[in-house]
């Protein structure tokens, strides 16, 4: 019945993204015909070979069943399958453009051929119809595919909050780690994940129930219990000494066919960065921590800082020299400050921002922050903290490759060297580079604030680093991160 219900979801939403790239074709389409003024076709296979549907259609659900986009996602979150259909949208986009070419197709050719509109000098973008059509469904389709399926995952999550379209769970283990896993499916009710019972991880036990749920038998009658209270999943929650004993229950659990989930017991202080399962030749690898930004995302996240940063350095070039004759005339001393900083993997580089102080400090000067109303600070230094403004030469430095448009905030190295060893986790920040924005600034952890928060909020942005985030957050700072009152 469960695999019905799945695969009947799963029709539901391949009909949907049928119809969202559907959508974005004929939407593309349109905009061809409403922009070069052509008429519509006289035959009824014009209205397919046009607006290409007959090719983006299967191309793009291939796309998406490869990247494991029909797979259950219960557990998962929204914004994490957003950066996949996102991924998925590039790679259809790029193979349909290759499938028109491979097959032949006189798609591009013929389209010039029979524009018979006025001819635009320039852009071949906006003077070739067909360029144009491509254009535009290359925009619309990640926002009509992304669009239609928060919608529907937010209707089921809603179903399921209501309870309906729930899958049911026995917990295997009563302790501390067993009672975790419970209460944490419980809170997140929109998983439609609900406990069914507890199997103590004891040889058998005398108690009844655990938080609220009934605990059938113990690790002696697991499979009378399971053949009798048959379940859709069973996440196992053995405490630490048990460790050992967890082969010989995956053996017996062969017999059924049930989802299996291992919680181990570690801390979530000890996981910091989300934990990789990989192969070699047969020996499974669990990556316990790496950097985040190795291969094809390291790529892409630095063209998008030099493309962003050259781009910033173009819009706000003109504040730049502002700021740089108000800095002069607002006392002796250099208009750019330098400082060393400490950025990816550990590595030293000088940062560069407008000087706000009086007295430059030398490298040898005790490492504090700023305090509230500094009086070091200069009437018009104030006023370039307040607005961030001190830190656009950092733009420079993401160019030079040091740091990046997002990222933990760069710190000294005499900070990092105090912090390092009195507040775990602190030097996972290395992991990435620095940045001028960040998670943690976009939600006002600026300035003289908790420390403790300001890493959280950094661990968080590194587990979960995509740079769908980073756009996110970049979108964030030009509404709330440029001003707030605890910059100073």
């Known amino acids: 019945m469960l695999k019905q219900r799945h695969q009947v979801f799963v029709v539901l939403l391949g009909l949907a993204d049928v119809a969202a790239v559907a959508a974005a074709c004929y939407g593309a389409w349109a905009a061809r015909l409403w922009w070069t003024g052509e008429p519509l076709p ?42 996949q259909v996102l991924k998925g949208s590039v790679v259809s986009f790029a193979t349909i453009v290759v499938a028109l070419w491979a097959v032949g197709s006189g798609f591009l050719t013929e389209a010039l051929a029979n524009y018979q509109g006025p001819k635009y000098t320039g852009w071949r ?9 491509l254009a535009v469904f290359a ?23 209501r ?47 655990c938080i609220g749920a009934p605990v059938h038998s113990g690790l002696e009658e697991l499979e009378h219990t399971l053949e009798h209270n048959p379940v859709d999943a069973i996440y196992l929650a053995l405490p630490s000494p048990l460790a050992g004993r967890m082969p010989e229950l995956l053996r017996r659990l062969e017999r059924f066919a049930v989802d299996v989930r291992i919680v181990p017991d570690v801390h979530p202080r000890y996981l910091p960065q ?3 399962v990989s192969e070699l030749e047969g020996m499974p690898i669990l990556s316990y921590r790496e950097c985040p930004l190795y291969g094809l995302g390291g790529f892409t996240k630095r063209l998008a800082d030099m493309a962003g940063a050259l781009l910033a350095l173009v819009l706000f070039g003109p504040v730049m020299l502002v700021v740089a004759v108000g800095v002069r005339l607002s006392g002796p001393g250099p208009v750019i400050f330098k400082q060393k900083r400490v950025s990816l993997g550990g590595e030293v580089f000088k940062i560069y921002k407008f000087r706000t102080m009086a007295h430059v400090h030398d490298e040898q ?14 009437r018009f230094g104030g006023f370039l903290r307040r607005t961030s403004l001190d830190e656009l030469p950092q733009l420079i430095n993401v160019l030079r490759g040091d740091m990046s448009l997002v990222g933990p905030r760069p710190e000294r190295p005499e900070l990092i060297e105090r912090f390092r060893d009195d507040w775990r986790g602190y030097m996972l920040r290395q992991h990435v580079k620095a940045g001028i924005t960040g998670w943690a600034q976009v939600n006002g952890l600026r300035g003289d604030t908790s420390l403790r928060k300001r890493l959280q909020y950094d661990l968080f942005y590194i587990r979960n680093w995509s740079l769908w985030l980073d756009v996110r957050i970049l979108f964030l700072t030009a509404f709330r991160g440029f001003v707030h009152s605890n910059a100073h």
Do not use: C
């Open 42 to 83: 006289h035959s009824w296979e014009g209205f397919f070979k046009g607006p290409l549907v007959l090719f983006a259609v299967p191309i793009v659900i291939a796309t998406l069943t490869f990247l494991g986009l029909y797979r259950p996602r219960r557990d998962r979150s929204l914004w994490s399958e957003q950066g």
């Open 125 to 133: 973008l906006v003077s070739d119809p067909a360029r144009f059509q």
């Open 139 to 161: 925009m619309a389709l990640p926002v009509l595919l992304g669009s239609q399926r928060m919608l529907f995952r937010l209707a089921l999550r809603g179903m399921r909050r």
């Open 163 to 209: 309870g309906r379209n729930l899958r049911y769970v026995a917990i295997v283990g009563v302790g501390r780690l067993g009672q975790i896993t419970a209460r944490t499916l419980s809170r997140n009710s929109w998983t439609g994940l609900k406990v069914a019972y507890f199997v103590s991880h004891h040889p058998k036990s005398r108690r009844e129930t």
């Open 274 to 276: 989300s934990m990789q």
């Open 365 to 378: 000067s005790p490492a504090t922050w700023t305090q509230r109303d500094d009086p070091r600070v200069t």
